[in-house]
């Protein structure tokens, strides 16, 4: 059974880091596109980062970009999401997802057909 588990969700201060991951059973991640989604209360889910099978290419929304980093460790079938200089509107849940139809990056929330549980973050002082 395809299964992701995300872990790491914490309260955090601004300025503070976290690491989440997302292990994955019952397939491997090395063949897909693994993407990390949020939702604020009250808001979309939207897109945050993702990786590319095969490459390893890499995408992070605008509102990421330069403090969340996407990583992927094959050995353990786990993707990382580290975040550094977090802000208050980072506050979400955060979900990694799989897409087994794409093995680029996908900015279609449809295109990921595995969901974990989510793992919430929460940035305030």
């Known amino acids: 059974q395809l299964q992701l588990v995300e872990s790491g969700g914490d309260l955090v201060q601004p300025g503070g880091s976290l690491r989440l991951s997302c292990a994955a059973s019952g397939f491997t991640l090395d063949y897909n596109a693994i993407g990390w989604f949020r939702q604020a209360p009250g808001k979309e889910r939207e897109g945050v980062s993702c990786?590319?099978?095969?490459?390893?290419?890499?995408y992070y929304a605008n509102s990421v970009q330069g403090r969340f980093t996407i990583s992927r460790d094959n050995a353990k079938n786990t993707v990382y999401l580290q975040m550094n200089s977090l802000k208050p509107e980072d506050t979400a849940v955060y979900y990694c997802a799989a897409s087994v139809s794409f093995a680029y990056c996908s900015g279609h929330i449809s295109d990921y057909e595995y969901w974990g549980q989510g793992t919430q973050v929460t940035v305030s002082s």
């Open positions: 990786i590319s099978s095969g490459d390893g290419s890499t």
